[in-house]
């Protein structure tokens, strides 16, 4: 037998580090090459830790919901020579966004702080403060001893090292923001605490809110042609090539096809520089049986045949339900769809997923009477309409591409070619 440091491995080419959900096995218990050891979680995606090799934990070196970077220990076991070992991911020091670990962290007494209203937060600030949930109210409670009041780096990482102590306390007496203290009445009834990927949803939601000013922009689209097209085919489809064909693919296809002619609105604000992305990667937002929300992204729409975005879609959304999905599924999307039509909403107003530049919702379809015009005359129809809304990031969207991306995706829907072949 010899000793081995079992350590966090890499889980996504994103993924920094992880929490320790639980152990499955322990200390001086035996286990066999292959047995999940421990599970840990990553941003959205819960990992399982197997053993390398047949043998007995020895030690636990991490703790239950502590955060974990890659390559730091989790525990000490005794493996059997027998077998080799596989390669880990190199130990390597904590990542520069990660809290300095102390065992117990001091809190700074404080009754009350000062709020930098011209807080700026550098691409650096914005990514360490995502990954240890800061919200952007907590960012601007931290002293600043950058120039002209800017927040360094140095700055957050001692202020998180310290506690966070600014966290929960309100605003000194003397700053001109104050946190009001309005003791609503929250009324009674069973408390539930939120789970872990509530609590993700809610930090992430705030941030993009008080990250991108949102502005969001509404069109309607005839789909009377493309849901003709999908009653008549979706039988055909199943049989040709054994997947079910959604709407969601057909939409995909169609906001694809606008981002290629208005490459703008695949991009991402850097500081002071613009990122227009060299790829189209769609992340579509799923609903989880928990009543979470995820979001696993659709790699190189632009490139996938009709068949390609079928098979992926009911892919993704078949592992977000099982969950199932893995880390790279859920990483590097430009752009977001979120489907409200599918709970009945004729439209809704989505919040961006954050560094993107702009999020689209559709709403129901429903049949409409509607005027249609003709050279002989208007006629009077049932078409069924849909309403398409962009939420956009107006630091780098304006109204005018904003509004003609929109027209775009209803013209390519509208346009839909109902000779297509499956």
């Not at 927040?151 to 104050?178: E, H, N, T």
């Not at 409200?340 to 989505?350: C, I, N, Q, R």
Request: overall charge negative; aromatic content about 6%.
């Amino acid at each position: 037998m010899k000793k081995h440091t079992l350590t966090l491995p890499r889980m996504g080419e994103s993924i920094t580090e992880g929490t320790l959900l639980n152990w499955l096995v322990g200390e001086g218990e035996s286990f066999a090459e292959g047995d999940i050891l421990c599970e840990v979680a990553t941003d959205k995606v819960d990992n399982e830790v197997p053993a390398p090799a047949a043998g007995t934990l020895i030690k636990h070196l991490a703790a239950t919901k502590e955060v974990v970077a890659v390559g730091a220990p989790l525990a000490e076991l005794e493996l059997s020579d027998e077998v080799v070992v596989k390669a880990e991911a190199p130990k390597t020091a904590a990542p520069a966004s990660a809290a300095p670990k102390t065992s117990k962290p001091k809190k700074k007494p404080a009754s009350g702080y000062t709020v930098n209203e011209n807080i700026f937060v550098s691409p650096l600030i914005e990514a360490i403060a995502r990954e240890q949930h800061i919200s952007f109210e907590e960012l601007a409670r931290i002293p600043a001893t950058g120039n002209e009041g800017r927040l360094r780096k140095s700055d957050v990482m001692q202020y998180i090292a310290d506690g966070r102590p600014y966290q929960y306390v309100q605003a000194a007496s003397d700053s001109g923001f104050k946190v009001p203290d309005l003791k609503f009445d929250k009324g009674t009834g069973e408390r539930v605490p939120m789970d872990r990927m509530r609590q993700m949803i809610a930090d992430h939601m705030v941030f993009s809110k008080h990250t991108s000013p949102h502005v969001t922009a509404y069109v309607e689209a005839d789909l009377t042609a493309m849901s003709t097209w999908r009653k008549a085919n979706k039988s055909a489809f199943m049989d040709t090539h054994g997947q079910k064909l959604t709407f969601t693919p057909l939409f995909i296809q169609a906001i694809a096809k606008a981002i290629q002619d208005f490459p703008n609105i695949n991009s991402s604000l850097d500081g002071e520089d613009i990122i227009i992305k060299d790829h189209i990667n769609i992340g579509m937002a799923t609903a989880l049986p928990s009543g979470n929300l995820i979001v696993p992204v659709v790699k190189n729409a632009d490139r996938l045949s009709l068949a390609e975005l079928a098979a992926e879609t009911n892919r993704l959304a078949l592992a977000a339900r099982e969950g199932n999905l893995k880390a790279d599924d859920t990483q590097g999307s430009t752009f977001t769809i979120s489907n409200v039509g599918t709970f009945g909403s004729l439209m809704g107003t989505p919040i961006i997923n954050q560094p993107e530049a702009a999020i689209l919702a559709t709403g129901i379809i429903k049949k409409r009477a509607e005027v249609i015009e003709y050279p002989e005359g208007d006629q009077i129809e049932i078409r069924q309409m849909m309403y398409l809304s962009l939420s956009f990031d107006h630091r780098i969207v304006d109204g005018f591409l904003a509004g003609s991306f929109l027209r775009r995706i209803a013209d390519y829907m509208e346009q839909f070619d109902s000779d297509k072949t499956i």
